[in-house]
């Protein structure tokens, strides 16, 4: 009676069960204690204070943003101290960075990015040549070519911009699809990730070939076109182009093919170092470490004093255009928009949601870590301070497709679910249709068959009106291979073991 006593007392489980008789002034007071730390904790926990929950919002706001913006809040950074201290990263510095920083990072880039990309994965999207074609031809013809026609006419009509920015602006244009935000942003917004990690590295592969070229073949007419005869004496050095393809070779395709074996031949343990040590994250910090040196040297040689703040925000507005034009093109292209579902040769050309999406964000995007190591490449005899404008345009493109690139992700992501769902309704029209007496009279070698049940509960009818052709389809027979109904023939009283078993009687 005693023990239903205290069971019953609502402050039992937060109090001592010792009987009050027995307590001492030792235990009153321990009692005392122990009830108010428990009262604090449970108002600490259950019931925080207004002025607790006003702190505690901001901040972890604050730290969301510093995690998935840290690299945009790093490159300005990293300007920040090229702008105040030039000589620390510049050519020649403190740190040496032709070598530390314009060799070593760029290895460890490169080095890193084979070590990511899934050999495996790559090797189920090898053989959709078409898709493959599309993605590097717009990448590395249609929008370098554009890029370079649309410059070349704003030089004839004298733009007042800076020539050097413009150039850069080709040279961007120029570079290949990025190695990862691209892959990233496919993948959540639905699209198909596999693609699109094929085309990355295809197009970085290719980009070390295709690249020079297209700037060795640009750099000419460009040169002839631009009103500022300084500014085309410095950048219209030769390019050595087989000296070009060396320094990528060693810097690039070398350390991508030494991550690859590595990562073939230890794939779990590669695995598990890309998370443990952050990988990308060391990727990105030195990719920072480049931009930092091209900055310094520009900044040491003066190079930026002729580029204005206007200048700065035409590139700005100019690539966002380039950005959102480039992806409507790959949309257009890859998706062929028409009335669905249109006539049969656009059925054979259109590609799937998932698959246009990869299209969109590997043909519209353009690497800084393929396109800083080229244009230092491309113009390391020249003056230094000079690279750090013709980079600008690249690093302004790059900041503004990650800003774009996300804001597209929702909404592609909404469409290709619209679409998924569209199609598991036209796929249920055609296969689980069921055949009106009108049909069955004028198809008469459609047969119906009997009821099918369900061996553990025979009162539980799949369909009382199925016909002959839809019980043969490949959804009911693959539903039925996949759950615990048993066929049952109703004339025969015979159960088959499979459901294909009912049509051979």
């Given at each position: 009676m005693a023990d239903q006593k205290w069971n019953s007392t609502p402050a039992f489980s937060s109090e001592v069960t010792i009987p009050k008789p027995a307590l001492s002034p030792t235990s009153i007071e321990r009692k005392h204690s122990v009830s108010l730390s428990t009262y604090s904790e449970k108002s600490a926990t259950l019931a925080p204070s207004k002025s607790s929950r006003w702190y505690h919002k901001p901040k972890s706001i604050v730290l969301a943003l510093l995690a998935k913006y840290w690299f945009l809040i790093g490159l300005a950074l990293v300007i920040v101290l090229a702008w105040q201290f030039p000589d620390v990263a510049k050519k020649n510095g403190y740190l040496h960075a032709e070598w530390s920083i314009k060799w070593g990072a760029v290895i460890i880039i490169f080095f890193i990015s084979g070590l990511s990309l899934r050999t495996k994965i790559l090797a189920q999207t090898v053989l959709r040549v078409r898709l493959h074609f599309l993605i590097q031809f717009i990448n590395l013809m249609v929008i370098p070519g554009f890029v370079f026609g649309l410059v070349l006419l704003f030089f004839k009509m004298h733009m007042p911009l800076n020539s050097l920015l413009l150039v850069g602006v080709v040279i961007a244009a120029s570079t290949p699809t990025t190695v990862s935000s691209n892959v990233v942003m496919t993948k959540n917004a639905g699209g198909n990730e596999a693609s699109a990690l094929m085309n990355a590295a295809l197009g970085n592969v290719l980009g070390i070939f295709v690249s020079p070229a297209l700037v060795s073949a640009f750099q000419g007419p460009l040169m002839a076109a631009t009103p500022e005869e300084e500014s085309s004496a410095e950048a219209g050095g030769h390019v050595d182009f087989i000296s070009v393809l060396q320094q990528l070779g060693l810097t690039v395709l070398l350390p991508l093919a030494a991550g690859q074996i590595v990562q073939w031949l230890f794939t779990d343990t590669v695995a598990k170092i890309k998370v443990k040590c952050r990988l990308s994250e060391v990727s990105s910090i030195a990719l920072l470490t480049m931009v930092w040196s091209v900055f310094s040297d520009a900044i040491a040689a003066g190079s930026f004093n002729a580029v204005t703040a206007v200048d700065i925000v035409a590139i700005a507005i100019l690539n966002a255009g380039f950005y959102v034009i480039f992806s409507f093109l790959a949309f257009f292209l890859a998706y062929i928009p028409s009335p669905y579902p249109g006539p049969s040769w656009i059925q054979r050309l259109r590609y799937s949601r998932q698959d246009t999406v990869a299209v969109m964000y590997c043909a519209a995007t353009k690497t800084v870590a393929m396109g800083v190591p080229l244009i230092n490449v491309l113009y390391q005899k020249g003056d230094p301070g000079m690279i750090g404008v013709l980079s600008t345009p690249l690093l302004l493109y790059h900041v503004e497709q990650l800003i774009l690139g996300n804001l597209e992700v929702e909404l592609l992501k909404r469409w290709v679910n619209r679409g998924k769902q569209t199609d598991l309704e036209m796929q249920d029209e055609e296969d689980m249709v069921i055949a009106s007496p009108d049909t069955l009279a004028d198809h008469p070698n459609i047969q119906t068959v009997e009821p099918i049940y369900c061996s553990d509960d025979p009162h539980h009818v799949g369909s009382s009106n199925l016909t002959y052709g839809l019980a043969?389809?490949?959804?009911?027979?693959?539903?039925l291979a996949q759950s615990d109904i048993?066929?049952?023939?109703?004339?025969?009283?015979?159960?088959?073991?499979?459901?294909?078993?009912?049509h051979k009687h």
């Open positions: 043969n389809s490949t959804l009911v027979q693959s539903q048993m066929p049952y023939d109703a004339k025969n009283e015979k159960l088959y073991d499979k459901p294909h078993d009912i």
